[in-house]
């Protein structure tokens, strides 16, 4: 697969397991994976140079998507409504019509909203990547 491919199944697979397993996700705020797992950040630094994104934005994707996928694990999983599947599941369609057209028009469940979530984090870490100093910051 392509990369960014690669880092939605890698998202997704992370997030079932949170879902699968409920009671590990307030593990995340006291051992990150990249202090667990050095060897998958590795190798995920490999993958990117591979598939020839510019280093540069290696540690920018490498955190960026942990700090999302930790943020998804503990919003959605140590919420005590989570379903599973369902966003904004608690919208009011006679207060809150608008938000509730938008839920609806955006045909996403819980899962599908975080692959369109990690594709746009990764389209703005590497937007403009062509033009020199364009994301120095």
Same mark, same amino acid.
């Given at each position: 697969?392509?990369? &960014?491919?690669?880092?939605?199944?890698?998202?997704?697979?992370?997030?079932?397991?949170?879902?699968?397993? #409920?009671?590990? +996700? &307030? !593990?995340? !705020?006291?051992?990150?994976?990249?202090?667990?797992?050095?060897?998958?950040?590795?190798?995920?630094? #490999?993958?990117?140079?591979?598939?020839?994104?510019?280093? $540069?934005?290696? @540690?920018?994707? /490498?955190?960026?998507?942990?700090? /999302? /996928?930790? *943020?998804?694990?503990?919003?959605? @999983?140590?919420? &005590?409504?989570?379903?599973? *599947?369902?966003?904004?599941?608690?919208?009011?369609?006679?207060? #809150?019509? +608008? /938000? +509730?057209?938008?839920?609806?028009?955006?045909? !996403?469940? $819980?899962?599908?909203?975080?692959?369109?979530?990690?594709?746009?984090?990764? $389209?703005?870490?590497? +937007?403009?990547?062509?033009?020199?100093?364009?994301?120095?910051?």
């Amino acid at each position: 697969p392509d990369w &960014p491919d690669h880092f939605v199944a890698l998202a997704t697979s992370f997030r079932r397991s949170f879902v699968r397993y #409920q009671n590990t +996700a &307030p !593990l995340l !705020l006291h051992y990150r994976p990249r202090d667990l797992l050095p060897g998958g950040y590795e190798a995920a630094a #490999q993958f990117l140079h591979r598939s020839g994104v510019p280093v $540069a934005f290696h @540690i920018r994707i /490498l955190d960026g998507m942990e700090t /999302l /996928l930790i *943020g998804t694990a503990i919003c959605e @999983i140590m919420n &005590p409504f989570f379903d599973g *599947g369902t966003i904004f599941r608690n919208v009011d369609l006679t207060t #809150q019509s +608008a /938000l +509730a057209a938008a839920v609806e028009a955006s045909g !996403l469940s $819980a899962e599908g909203l975080l692959e369109v979530k990690v594709r746009a984090f990764l $389209a703005g870490v590497t +937007a403009g990547y062509c033009k020199p100093n364009a994301m120095r910051y």
